[in-house]
């Protein structure tokens, strides 16, 4: 396609020419109405004189009659200018005046007239056209006033010129001010689609250049990039996913597969496969487990509306959870408690985000030092509390925390401090939570509760 | 007991006829959604298992299509989407209980035999629940063994009542959970079993006959062991 042929395509061109047709159709109205008012206005003016002239020498007719008249005609006729005059008996015959060249009969009725009249000029007589205003005074006689309209008509001309060469103005501009604004638009469009091609090939890295003069053109690359950097995260998890994925399925699916084999090649007894077989399928559950909350994060992760998310009061589903690890909590030593007054109304699956406190409340109790000495009880505190518009879950232990250097890192999926992986856990809690705070809108952060760690669940507050 | 089983992978389908009919049940199946539709239709099992990705008609809308037909038959729906919003759309489609795949035959054994029982008569209803010499009353929320009164938590009485309408058959772990704590996540530890045994020493303890029995591998059960 050539330059010009995609010049013609695009939207600000075709916006150019419309503000082009709108401009000219306005410019033309504005001028034609200023015209039409300053030839009215011309001609008002011409008819005003001679109505004020024949005002003039009908005062001189009534004080000095018909002589005095005459006498002023001759004396006005003579003075150079643009008036008409003619005086003439009942007869017909002039009297006075300036104009000769002219067939008076017919103006000899009163009324006012537009003629043409010759004048000599150049040594040639012309056409003029004139208006001319004719009364009859008592006696017959026949008074005839009149402007020669040439200058009025030089003056139209130059009004016309003026109008002809504005709307020519105003069209040559417009399609000036069209063209640039296109060719720019289409040079900064251009130049994004280069861009975003490059990125579509592969290179996640690039990012649509912003000027800086925060036009829409700028918002437009700040979104696209605000997209990019998104996607880039997204890629980027789902690499370090299947990265992790690899380890941490390998790993069991290896041992379940290595003590099949074993029971296979040494066993002797029915208890040695009982024993072998059990193992498999111990294996086998744990892997469905970091499978479910494997999907259940991506299925979190891929946000959208999410069936049987409900109006619920985040302090019930709170004390739900509190109240399912009670037993386990004292059992294993821990001062389990919760503080909160309600209702903060949230709208939340009561199921993921049930799930999602029993992750935390599991890790804190998991991570707690078993054997606490007299002066240090391990505790976990879970609450709720208002901030602004928003409902913070926290749920804090006195434990050992997690170095702040470290608090981004667990969010992530598979992410366990402990290099050992000793103790059980998939990595998983943690990531868990992040997936559904975010699927409902909300944020998770990790906090020094000094001593221990404090998670807060920051969840978005509905009206009742 | 006669179970409908409408699976189209054969081998999962002949695994399934298998342990149920060693498990003492009556089984059909069914390898495509039409062929369970039709055999459904009639009306004569005590419960449907329904995988939901199916040939020629899928699980959900075979459960539609029986509900709209008054066929009430208990049915279960199995199913590779395991999510929380797949579980309500299988519910709301009109099965009775829904179970993620890969699942253990025991899990499966224990649903299907209690949907089953719902079916066929309603114990629900009554107000006193009695398994041996334990006595629960509904109403007066009031539990007591051999007169003695025995005080429970709230969450443990319908921990108990939930076992006591199924005494006598197999409830597992994740089906108290679903059932008493209303949450179908699967806990990281073993928060039932805490439960449970808190439960059994209020009850079970200073008593000869314990009533609350651990299935190993599958759950707990609350009968009366002494008959």
Redesign the interface.
Known sequence: MTALGRLFRTTAFKLALAFLAIFTVFAGLILGYVAFNAFRLLDEQVSVTVAEEIDGLLTQFNTGGVIRLVHQIERRSRQPGSSLYLVTSAAGETLAGNISSIDSEGLLEAGTYELFYRVVEDGAPRPHRALVETVILPGGFRLLVGRDLAETERLHNVIFRAAGWSILLVLVLAVIGGVFVARRVLGRVDQMTETTRTIMAGDLSGRLAVTGTNDEMDRLAQSLNAMLERIGELMAGLREVSDNIAHDLKTPLTRLRNSAEEALRIGESLTDYRVALENT?EE??GL??VF?AL??IA?AEAGGE???MNKADVIDIAR?VV???E??AE?AGVALQFEGEGPFLVMA????I??AL??LI?NA??YLPENADETHQPAVMVGARLSKDHVELVVADNGPGIPESDRERVLERFVRLETSRTR??SGL?LSLAAAVARLHGGTIRLEDNAPGLRVVLSLPIVAP | MKILIVEDDASASAYLDKAFRESGHMVDVASDGLDGYALASEGRYDAIVVDRMIPRMDGLSLVHGLREQKIDTPILILSAL????DR??GLRAGADDYL?K?Y?FSELLARVEILSRRGRSVPSEDTIYRVGDLELNRLTRRVARLDTEIDLQP?EFRLLEYLMRHAGQVVTRTMLLENV???????????ID??VS?LRAKIDKGFDTPLIHTIRGAGYTIRDSAR
């Open positions: 399928i086998a559950d469905i487990k479910n999907l259940m299925r999410l069936e049987g739900d109240e399912l690890y037993p386990f059992e699956s009561r199921e993921l049930g799930q029993a992750n599991d109790i998991k059980p856990g809690g | 395991g999510q929380v919003d309500v759309k993620a890969p253990s969450r704590w209303d949450y179908h996540f699967d806990p990281q530890t073993n928060v805490v439960h808190r």
